[in-house]
């Protein structure tokens, strides 16, 4: 169900064409839509998007003058001194995924290809104004949330551990939004979280550095409030632009967490980043390989798969714990670091400890 208050959502469309200007504007009017602006002269946007904050820029790629392609740069421009989530969702009639492509990278957050289905549209808006609004209430809170941590700090000293408990119930509850999203339950967030730790101090990590990759990790797909239902529920196998719009949920997941100098917000930012890299270069979203991923990333990425390969869901049934080592031994060296396969398989007894006291068997007894 639409949220009420995104009917109120500040809209601009930016098309060459009168008759699709139109249209889409006759499409969101009869959806409640309130706050609309249009425009058919791409030279014009960057004017009227420093003159105001727009919740959501439906852009069309292919206009004389100054294309989309130009347009967001323009707009990213603008956006990198505001520090803003820039939402824009392209209009192309290119199928094409090198078209595709290109707008992810020049910052679009979606696409839509010409001629549109008048749901298909309307969901996608309704997505990026939800991820918008996460978005800017994050960034909120973090400001508040730094004003307080100055205030109290110059106050009152000792209340700095009932801050940061707040701080992990937030991250804790955001991750497990995340996963209840994806079919997940609560507890797998707790399990790959504990998993994360043991197997930080058995590569030698502190106790504190092991603490701050158990707090963090459980944001690690919190990316995925930004993927539309239709693609993260899908139930067959997703197909080539579906897969690059799947894959970034990783993107998203960093700057959800970007710009709040705590440790463990910077921390969670940059697994939620690179938790899907492999050791061999075929992961995402960056291709990184080998010690160019971060540690804290090469284990997470281990025990995420791990638990989720040893859960039941609905798609599929639990694997055996002999058949999961199997496959990650297997994987060492293509998806998984080396040094930390050998690691993992020594611990394994902490592991199923961990494992048999969050059981989800348990959690509905």
């Not at 109290?152 to 408990?165: H, I, Y």
């Not at 995402?284 to 390989?289: C, D, H, K, V």
Request: a negative charge; one cysteine or more.
């Amino acid at each position: 169900m639409t949220n009420s208050h995104s009917k109120a959502a500040n809209i601009l469309i930016v098309d060459d064409e009168p008759a699709n200007v139109l249209l889409l504007q006759r499409i969101l009017e009869h959806d409640g839509y309130t706050q609309l602006q249009t425009t058919t002269q791409p030279l014009d946007v960057e004017a009227l998007y420093r003159a105001q904050e727009f919740d959501l820029v439906l852009l069309d790629i292919n206009m004389p003058q100054l294309d989309g392609f130009g347009v967001m740069e323009k707009l990213m421009a603008i956006e990198a001194v505001r520090g803003n989530y820039p939402p824009i969702l392209v209009l192309t009639a290119s199928a094409d995924l090198d078209t595709r492509f290109r707008a992810l990278k020049s910052g679009a957050k979606d696409f839509v290809t010409k001629p549109f289905e008048r749901l298909e549209i309307l969901s996608r808006i309704e997505n990026m104004l939800e991820v918008r609004s996460l978005h800017n209430q994050i960034r909120q809170q973090n400001i508040l949330l730094e004003e307080k941590v100055n205030e109290r700090t110059q106050r009152l000293e000792e209340k700095a551990d009932e801050l940061q408990a707040t701080r992990l119930e937030i991250i804790r509850r955001l991750g497990r939004a995340a996963d209840y999203r994806d079919n997940e339950t609560g507890l797998h967030i707790i399990r790959m979280s504990k998993y994360s730790e043991l197997l930080g101090k058995a590569c030698g990590m502190s106790d504190d550095e092991a603490e701050l990759l158990l707090n963090a990790s459980p944001m690690h797909d919190i990316g995925k409030i930004g993927t539309p239902d239709n693609i993260l529920l899908k139930p067959g196998k997703l197909n080539a632009s579906e897969w690059e719009i799947m894959k970034q949920h990783a993107q998203i997941g960093a700057e959800i967490l970007s710009g709040h100098p705590s440790e463990l917000i910077e921390m969670s930012s940059l697994i939620a980043l690179t938790h899907h890299e492999k050791w061999d270069g075929g992961g995402y979203p960056q291709g990184l390989s080998g010690e160019a991923i971060p540690l804290v990333a090469r284990i997470v990425a281990l025990t995420d798969v791990f638990d989720a390969l040893t859960s039941h869901r609905p798609y599929k049934n639990a694997w055996s714990v002999d058949a999961a080592l199997q496959e990650i031994n297997s994987l060492s060296e293509k998806h998984f670091d080396p040094s930390l396969v050998p690691v993992f398989n020594e611990i394994i007894d902490d592991i199923l400890a961990i494992k048999e006291q969050y059981s989800d068997a348990r959690q509905h007894h």
